[in-house]
């Protein structure tokens, strides 16, 4: 245990109401570490209202469960709020957070901006699931955990670690997926959510996979427009999923999905294998992790500038690095 989880369990005892929130567009880690600590202090703490309120919503990740209702300002000028899985805070996705009396982050995101009154920030953590698994761990004698709980927090560790892949991965991290497991998790419901592809998806995969496109040294990319999810029926979540589709492609380190939104802008998801790409998200005014990036453009200019900037960072770690596949 460290001193800021400490911190984080006293401040929790002291208030009465404690609102969570999560970044905008959730995904599985964002979703399963807030409603999972929902879960455990609601279970521990049965007088207190605690929520999860945000302002946004995802498809992908609705079958975790669902958040609460929002509550009049005065709610969150009296509640402690917790931010967890959000770098910045223009990334959250309720602006009420800033309206909580106190406020406490918990992240292992890269820390680009200190926000709130109290922080527990672990880049080198897996996911947020995992930091809330191990909040739990460090106070199992006082804090309480049921299989609902126990589910939401696994399945936002299977899912933001790539199924228990990515080099993130930890003794650690086997260790707490172990005491989740423990609960009762039944994995066999749990992926089958995660695997299962509606027909419209693995069409999408189809020509993903017949449009695809490399530059000179090896970034796969591909654009999906509006025509594109309107033909294949797709909702634009179901799109972005895109970015997926091209991980396995051999010495193509990078690979990039661009997604038109509903306003023209272009959703950037920046994946890649032993190489950093957020400096490249960073210089257009996105972030994230070193292997796992996004980022908004504006036009095909600007998406063309990313994917030459892109393809010369993937160069020069060709030029010095050996042994990447
Ligand atoms: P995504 O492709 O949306 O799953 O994002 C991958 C990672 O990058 C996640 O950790 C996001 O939180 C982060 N990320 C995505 N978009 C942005 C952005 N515009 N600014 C900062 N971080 C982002």
Not at 111 to 125: L, N
């Amino acid at each position: 245990m460290n001193e800021q989880m400490k911190v984080i369990l006293d401040k929790i005892k002291t208030y009465d109401r404690i609102v969570i929130f999560r970044h905008k567009r959730p995904d599985g880690d964002a979703v399963g570490s807030t409603l999972g600590l929902r879960g455990i202090l609601r279970l521990t703490y049965p007088a207190k209202e605690i929520i999860v309120n945000n302002s946004d919503y995802s498809d992908y990740v609705g079958f975790l469960g669902s958040e609460d209702e929002t509550r009049p300002d005065e709610f969150y000028a009296e509640a402690l709020g917790i931010v967890i899985d959000t770098a910045t805070s223009d990334r959250v996705s309720n602006p009420r957070f800033s309206l909580c009396k106190e406020l406490c982050k918990i992240d292992h995101h890269i820390p680009k901006e200190t926000y709130g009154d109290y922080q527990w920030v672990e880049e080198h953590r897996s996911s947020s699931c995992e930091m809330v698994a191990a909040f739990y761990a460090a106070f199992k004698d006082e804090l309480k955990i049921d299989v609902d709980s126990a589910t939401l927090i696994y399945a936002g560790m299977v899912t933001d670690s790539g199924r228990f892949r990515f080099r993130s991965v930890t003794g650690e991290t086997m260790r707490l997926a172990g005491m989740l497991l423990d609960e009762g998790v039944d994995t066999d419901h749990l992926y089958a959510h995660l695997y299962m592809k509606d027909f419209n998806s693995l069409k999408l995969q189809a020509y993903v996979y017949d449009h695809m496109k490399m530059s000179e040294h090896g970034v796969a990319y591909i654009y999906i427009n509006r025509a594109t999810q309107k033909k294949f029926k797709l909702t634009f979540e179901q799109a972005c999923a895109a970015v997926g589709y091209m991980d396995s492609i051999k010495d193509s380190l990078i690979w990039i999905a661009f997604i038109e939104s509903d306003d023209g802008s272009i959703r950037v998801r920046l994946r890649s294998r032993f190489v950093t790409i957020n400096q490249v998200a960073e210089k257009y005014g996105g972030g994230g992790h070193d292997c796992a990036s996004g980022a908004t453009v504006h036009g095909r200019k600007e998406m063309k500038a990313l994917i030459a900037d892109a393809d010369t960072r993937l160069a020069d770690y060709k030029e010095s690095n050996e042994g990447w596949l």
